[in-house]
């Protein structure tokens, strides 16, 4: 019976980039926390990853995670997964900054990108990283948070929602809360976290909802 061909992984740079390391398939594992028998697996293609394995696959490796997709050196061809495998096929870009323009998905400029499935990708997104514990216990300092840009939105149209905020100078996630005093609208930025006080909007201050936040998409190492 004639051997059947290896099945195609987009993962098949694992190996490669652990042997150029100099890394024995047990040091791997123990770097990224995994037994042996499952990174071996892993590298055969023969195991479902998530963000959060590959993640720590690129930081064991040094490795940009995007480069974990590509496929092995001196092969060519379009990757593909086995059934029920995820693929990462897209990267969106990472800031610390909530951004005032919409990001260039396209563009190679960007310093840190993230790798994210068919699905999560599409134009106008990107991946903001939280600094604070202001919505603790949704989003940790470190979290990857994906959010759509917009170009300004008006707090009675986010009511209620986890925003992309600039206040006065900060980026910030908080969720919007409106109301009327009297004749007066006013907006308040809260955050989940009790011991963060809200934050009142005046007209003097500074303000801008740039974008809704969607999802946590990569949780930080504890």
């Not at 590959?54 to 092995?72: C, T, V, Y």
């Not at 969106?92 to 990708?121: C, G, K, Q, Y």
């Not at 006013?186 to 500074?206: C, I, Q, R, S």
Request: hydrophobic share 35%; aromatic share 6%.
């Amino acid at each position: 019976m004639p051997k059947q061909a290896a099945r195609e992984s987009p993962f098949v740079r694992v190996r490669e980039l652990r042997l150029a390391k100099g890394l024995t398939l047990a040091e791997l594992a123990g770097r990224v926390g995994i037994s042996s028998s499952y990174m071996q697996k892993v590298e055969a293609g023969q195991r479902r990853l998530n963000v959060e394995l590959l993640f720590r696959l690129s930081q064991a490796l040094d490795a940009d995670p995007a480069d974990l997709m590509k496929p092995q050196t001196g092969q060519g061809g379009k990757q593909r997964s086995s059934k029920g495998q995820q693929t990462f096929s897209r990267t969106l870009p990472v800031s610390r900054d909530i951004l005032l323009s919409p990001p260039d998905n396209d563009a190679n400029e960007a310093t840190e990108t993230f790798p994210v499935s068919e699905d999560v990708w599409g134009a106008g997104r990107y991946l903001f990283k939280a600094h604070d514990n202001a919505m603790y216990p949704s989003i940790h300092p470190g979290d990857l948070v994906l959010v759509e840009y917009a170009e300004r939105l008006e707090p009675a149209d986010a009511a209620g929602r986890i925003c992309a905020v600039k206040y006065n100078g900060e980026s910030m996630v908080r969720r919007i809360i409106t109301g009327r005093s009297g004749n007066l609208h006013e907006t308040a930025l809260k955050a989940d976290n009790p011991t963060f006080p809200p934050l009142t909007v005046n007209g003097e201050d500074d303000f801008a909802i740039k974008g809704i936040c969607l999802e946590v998409i990569r949780r930080r190492l504890l």
